[in-house]
Each structure stands twice: as structure tokens, then as C-alpha cells.
């Protein structure tokens, strides 16, 4: 039903910011919760940051609290995050999900919750 794709990714270098989007090209983004991954080749696909249905709920990873925050712009039908003070270790492919949970309010954090997946936008942070 509903087709993802991010964008905003980037070389930065540490300390830098950036925006990533996601966008619904297919559907409204609203309809779905949404949760912003991230991926090194070789590893897990990790939680970031997600955002229920209605906005009014997010949940971060440790290791992005205070840096990032994810928010919604449904005139635009977007989920954007916003990524500062970035770190080398932020280095990642980082990809949006959008889940039809039963519950509103619901934030995941298990990447296998979510239905449908962007293609990924690459972030580099240089030293």
C-alpha cells in the first residue's frame, strides 16, 4: 500500500548536521507509524528513532538522544530526522519503515515489525 523513499543523506563531517526525509510516494505516511533505521554493512539493521501514528509519541536509540529528533510533516507527507552534532559513528545506510500496528500509540523498535521499507540514503561522517 504504502511505497517509502528517503533522502537528505550525505558527507559530513563530525559535528555537522543533517535532515533526512521520508517520503510516501505512494499513500500517506500518516497512516503508518514510522521507524528510522540503520544499517552497517555486515551488521544488524539497528532502531534510531520511530514516531506513532498520530506524532504525539517517539522513542530513540541511547546513542542518538539529544542529537537526533524525528518529526512529522503531514502537509508534505513526510517523516523527517533531523541529525546533529553527528559522529563518526553515525555512519550508516539509514532506512524509514512504516508499520500498521494495532494500537496508535505504538513505537517499535524491532525492524521486523515493519511492513515496507525505503531503498536507504547513505550518511558519512568524516573525523
Known amino acids: 500500500q504504502v511505497q517509502l523513499e528517503e533522502s537528505g543523506g550525505g558527507l559530513v563531517q563530525t559535528g555537522d548536521s543533517l535532515r533526512l526525509s521520508c517520503a510516501a510516494s505512494?499513500?500517506?505516511?500518516?497512516?503508518?507509524?514510522v521507524g528510522w533505521f540503520r544499517q552497517v554493512p555486515g551488521r544488524r539493521r539497528v532502531f534510531v528513532a520511530g514516531?506513532?501514528?498520530?506524532?504525539?509519541?517517539?522513542a530513540y536509540a541511547d546513542s542518538v538522544k539529544g542529537r537526533f529528533t524525528i518529526s512529522r510533516d503531514n502537509a508534505k507527507n513526510l517523516v523527517n530526522l533531523q541529525m546533529n552534532s553527528l559522529e563518526p559513528e553515525d555512519t550508516a545506510v539509514y532506512y524509514c519503515?512504516?508499520?500498521?500496528?494495532?494500537?496508535?500509540?505504538?513505537?517499535?523498535?524491532?525492524?521486523?515489525?515493519?511492513?515496507?521499507w525505503g531503498q536507504g540514503t547513505q550518511v558519512t561522517v568524516s573525523s
Open positions: 505512494v499513500g500517506s505516511i500518516s497512516d503508518y507509524a
Open positions: 514516531v506513532n501514528r498520530s506524532g504525539g509519541t517517539t
Open positions: 519503515g512504516a508499520a500498521s500496528f494495532r494500537y496508535q500509540n505504538v513505537v517499535a523498535q524491532i525492524s521486523t515489525t515493519y511492513d515496507g
